[in-house]
């Protein structure tokens, strides 16, 4: 037995230390129990207690979650094709979880589970179909084409306020829980702008992360910014009745960006959606808007860096509402409390 599996059998039957919301455990498994649990499906995914077991069925040499948990998974013992992880998770009946299994690099699109607690938050409404449109256009930065997904929603009348969206193929999905929140009330209509990342490859520092992390390449993110608030906006002003009120949002380093946009550009962005940012404020910060903050139990690096910038921002006046949600770093959370961010950001 490997000292990894060894140190989690210890904590099988040991509580959640104070101020851990999840740790790995271990207990051998009988194979043919896994297999009839398994049925005739890859992934089996349930609870005892407050452990949640994954068990994985494939030919893989490694194997690690990519949702809302992200352990690797170990080889059961005694097999070459089934693979597991078990955690002990603070409150785990009120969690919503989605468990993506990734072997190489790529995610097993047949075999995803979304773990939903029975005293779980009942998920937003979902628009199968939209009544607003999602469109993808061009605009150029840096000499190449750079995507832009634009959300026009259901538009009554009057000028309309705007949010621009980091990662911005992400739209679309985001326009799926807006738009039943805008048709109920909950908000007026708002456009998305979407900009989509750079996704290029090479070590870290990415292309993504040189546009969106202020310290990763500061030239590129400062060219960046420049272009959404001198090319984009102004592009996207011609194409619907614009109010001029515009907000910045985004996930993980998108949420970093959206942030630092607002501190440099506080004369365009009056309102942030921040949801799970992965650095901390810098020395300074200043608030001229309303910032949404959030992020889940169950990613402690994303967590604190939010909890920090909400405390900062309150501590000099700030007008700040965070919330945490009993889950990880997940779309579905993304999702779900982008429109709650807006509802907050539009009062």
Same mark, same amino acid.
């Given at each position: 037995?490997?000292?990894?599996?060894?140190?989690?059998?210890?904590?099988?039957?040991?509580?959640?230390?104070?101020?851990?919301?999840?740790?790995?455990?271990?207990?051998?498994?009988?194979?043919?129990?896994?297999?009839?649990?398994? @049925?005739?499906?890859?992934?089996?995914?349930?609870?005892?207690?407050?452990?949640?077991?994954?068990?994985?069925?494939?030919?893989?040499?490694?194997?690690?979650?990519?949702?809302?948990?992200?352990?690797?998974?170990?080889?059961?013992?005694?097999?070459?094709?089934?693979?597991?992880?078990?955690?002990?998770?603070?409150?785990?009946?009120?969690?919503?979880?989605?468990?993506?299994?990734?072997?190489?690099?790529?995610?097993?699109?047949?075999?995803?589970?979304?773990?939903?607690?029975?005293?779980?938050?009942?998920?937003?409404?979902?628009?199968?179909?939209?009544?607003?449109?999602?469109?993808?256009?061009?605009?150029?930065?840096?000499?190449?084409?750079?995507?832009?997904?634009?959300?026009?929603?259901?538009?009554?009348?009057?000028?309309?306020?705007?949010?621009?969206?980091?990662?911005?193929?992400?739209?679309?999905?985001?326009? #799926?829980?807006?738009?039943?929140?805008?048709?109920?009330?909950?908000?007026?209509?708002?456009?998305?702008?979407?900009?989509?990342?750079?996704?290029?490859? @090479?070590?870290?520092?990415?292309?993504?992360?040189?546009?969106?992390?202020?310290?990763?390449?500061?030239?590129?993110?400062?060219?960046?910014?420049?272009?959404?608030?001198?090319?984009?906006?102004?592009?996207?002003?011609? #194409?619907?009745?614009?109010?001029?009120?515009?907000?910045?949002?985004?996930?993980?380093?998108?949420?970093?960006?959206?942030?630092?946009?607002?501190?440099?550009?506080?004369?365009?962005?009056?309102?942030?959606?921040?949801?799970?940012?992965?650095?901390?404020?810098?020395?300074?910060?200043?608030?001229?808007?309303?910032?949404?903050?959030?992020?889940?139990?169950?990613?402690?690096?994303?967590?604190?860096?939010?909890?920090?910038?909400?405390?900062?921002?309150?501590?000099?006046?700030?007008?700040?509402?965070?919330?945490?949600?009993?889950?990880?770093?997940?779309?579905?959370?993304?999702?779900?409390?982008?429109?709650?961010?807006?509802?907050?950001?539009?009062?």
């Amino acid at each position: 037995m490997d000292v990894e599996r060894r140190e989690a059998a210890e904590r099988y039957d040991s509580a959640l230390p104070e101020g851990v919301n999840v740790m790995r455990v271990w207990t051998p498994r009988d194979p043919d129990s896994l297999r009839k649990r398994l @049925g005739d499906d890859g992934l089996a995914v349930w609870a005892e207690d407050d452990v949640l077991h994954v068990v994985w069925r494939g030919a893989a040499r490694r194997v690690e979650l990519i949702g809302g948990v992200r352990p690797r998974l170990w080889l059961v013992e005694g097999t070459d094709d089934l693979w597991e992880a078990s955690l002990r998770i603070r409150r785990l009946d009120e969690a919503v979880i989605d468990i993506v299994p990734c072997v190489g690099g790529s995610r097993t699109a047949m075999d995803e589970v979304r773990w939903h607690g029975p005293e779980a938050v009942e998920p937003r409404p979902v628009a199968q179909a939209l009544v607003g449109t999602v469109e993808r256009h061009e605009v150029e930065f840096a000499g190449r084409p750079r995507a832009i997904t634009l959300y026009r929603p259901p538009i009554g009348g009057g000028l309309v306020p705007a949010c621009c969206v980091a990662d911005g193929g992400s739209v679309g999905l985001f326009a #799926r829980t807006v738009e039943p929140a805008i048709l109920a009330g909950k908000f007026p209509a708002v456009v998305l702008v979407g900009i989509d990342s750079d996704h290029g490859a @090479g070590a870290y520092p990415d292309p993504r992360a040189r546009e969106y992390l202020p310290d990763a390449d500061p030239d590129r993110f400062a060219a960046h910014l420049a272009f959404v608030v001198d090319e984009v906006i102004p592009w996207a002003e011609e #194409r619907f009745p614009a109010s001029g009120h515009w907000m910045s949002g985004g996930y993980s380093n998108g949420a970093v960006w959206a942030l630092t946009a607002a501190q440099r550009r506080p004369d365009v962005f009056t309102g942030v959606a921040a949801l799970s940012p992965g650095i901390p404020p810098p020395a300074e910060v200043h608030t001229l808007g309303r910032h949404y903050l959030g992020a889940g139990t169950l990613e402690p690096g994303f967590r604190s860096a939010s909890a920090e910038w909400a405390r900062r921002l309150a501590g000099i006046g700030g007008r700040v509402r965070h919330e945490e949600w009993i889950g990880g770093h997940d779309h579905y959370w993304w999702t779900q409390r982008f429109p709650t961010a807006l509802e907050w950001l539009l009062a």
